[in-house]
């Protein structure tokens, strides 16, 4: 006789063991990587030796948001004290604070602190405009990065570079370290597939920091018409890739946990599905439900909040999966991307026609992943195929490491 296991049945299990028993699920991994905090290593930021010769007498545009901290002083309240001439600051998406909801519009303002004006990279352009850039002499990015393809600040960098390879002004990127650094995974982005959440032909995780993934996108010509910004980059001291870094500050407003950010690049495909990842909850991107689930183990509430003001099925009660765990023991451990809550939840569901959205296929970075799921394919032959492209990525990215690779 022949059994069935359905998705919640197996999910349950999962669920069983790791609660009851952590240590021992954690123990069918090998843990090889050393975890460091932002003690055990010095950003770019930090290393001012480097870069303050570079900017002196210069009029500074800065690219920032709350995470660009020398220690726990902003960059840009660092480089005033030091009496650099900071003229203007650029923001991206979530905003120079960083508590705007995800795509919500930025707006142009003043900072309240140091009144120097604020141009918005996430509002009625993505670009900073020749006009934006006048009068500067330098430009310097500082911002965190999560080390996935479709998590948009590496798309504000492109364009910052973009823009100052047009308009001959230099740009300095501060390195920070990449807390999805260490491992390689997920399809690589198609021709024809190209939006803001993914402009670059490389995997959903492509294990760079931005100083190292900013060099590639030069080198290689991938801003438009192949045009070279004059680049330099100031590295981070005793960093390799093979740990993993502690977030001092959350990235952005749905990134709360280091659970969180492990989780991201497999839940982050959810936001191209019906399927809920906790906006609007105290367990965003830890958590995944819908109304109409079931057979679950866990239900939640989206509600109106910071960071999240109208989040998919607001005050319904969702039932689905709590996943926190699963960042430390699974995510972390085996350094992949998992894909059996997407695909399970795809079974799951009986309004499969409606599952996908739009935005999926430029989440993915392809259709084929879609179709992948929709035929049923396994996630062993969904894995193989995303490998050629990987491999040949991996030959790429190679030169222009600026620390100890994991491989």
Same mark, same amino acid.
């Given at each position: 006789m022949k059994i069935k296991f359905s998705f919640?049945?197996? *999910?349950? $299990? +999962?669920?069983? #063991?790791?609660? &009851?028993?952590? !240590?021992?699920?954690?123990?069918?991994?090998?843990?090889?990587?050393? =975890?460091?905090?932002?003690?055990?290593?010095?950003? @770019?930021a930090q290393c001012t030796e480097k870069y303050f010769p570079l900017i002196k007498g210069k009029n500074i545009g800065v690219v920032a948001n709350q995470t660009s901290l020398?220690?726990? =002083?902003h960059l840009v309240d660092s480089l005033l004290k030091s009496g650099f001439q900071v003229k203007k600051i650029f923001c991206p998406e979530h905003g120079f604070r960083g508590d705007a909801d995800a795509g919500e519009q930025i707006n142009d303002m003043v900072d309240s602190k140091t009144k120097l %004006?604020?141009?918005?990279? +996430? @509002?009625?352009? *993505?670009? %900073?405009?020749? &006009?934006? !850039?006048? @009068? #500067?002499?330098? $430009?310097? *990015?500082?911002?965190?990065? $999560? @080390? $996935?393809? *479709? +998590? &948009? +600040?590496?798309? =504000?960098?492109?364009?910052?570079?973009?823009?100052?390879?047009?308009?001959?002004?230099? !740009?300095?990127? !501060?390195?920070?370290?990449?807390p999805n650094g260490y491992y390689i995974d997920g399809p690589v982005l198609e021709k024809g597939f190209n939006s803001f959440v993914g402009m670059h032909p490389v995997p959903l995780v492509y294990g760079m920091t931005i100083a190292e993934y900013a060099t590639m996108v030069n080198q290689e010509g991938w801003l438009l018409n192949g045009v070279k910004c004059k680049l330099s980059c100031v590295p981070i001291e005793n960093y390799k890739h093979t740990f993993y870094y502690i977030l001092p500050v959350k990235p952005s407003p749905n990134l709360p946990t280091m659970s969180s950010v492990y989780l991201y690049p497999s839940l982050g495909l959810f936001e191209g599905t019906v399927i809920s990842v906790g906006r609007g909850t105290d367990r965003p991107f830890q958590v995944i439900g819908h109304p109409k689930l079931t057979e679950t183990s866990y239900s939640f509430t989206p509600k109106s909040m910071s960071g999240a003001s109208n989040p998919l099925y607001k005050d319904t009660e969702c039932k689905g999966y709590d996943l926190k765990n699963f960042a430390d023991i699974y995510i972390k451990n085996t350094k992949q991307l998992y894909l059996f809550w997407l695909m399970g939840c795809y079974t799951n569901l009986s309004d499969k026609q409606n599952f996908f959205l739009p935005s999926f296929d430029k989440l993915a970075g392809n259709s084929k992943l879609r179709e992948q799921i929709i035929k049923g394919t396994t996630e062993e032959e969904i894995r193989k195929s995303w490998q050629p492209d990987i491999d040949k990525f991996k030959q790429i990215r190679k030169k222009y490491l600026l620390y100890t690779d994991f491989e």
């Open positions: 919640h049945k197996i *999910f349950l $299990v +999962y669920l069983i #063991l790791i609660s &009851t028993n952590l !240590l021992v699920a954690q123990s069918m991994f090998t843990v090889n990587y050393k =975890t460091v905090t932002s003690a055990d290593v010095k950003v @770019g020398i220690n726990k =002083t %004006p604020i141009i918005s990279l +996430y @509002g009625k352009n *993505f670009k %900073p405009k020749a &006009t934006d !850039l006048k @009068g #500067l002499d330098i $430009v310097i *990015f500082d911002i965190q990065d $999560v @080390g $996935v393809r *479709f +998590y &948009t +600040y590496i798309s =504000t960098l492109h364009y910052v570079m973009e823009a100052c390879a047009e308009n001959n002004i230099p !740009l300095i990127v !501060l390195d920070r370290p990449n």
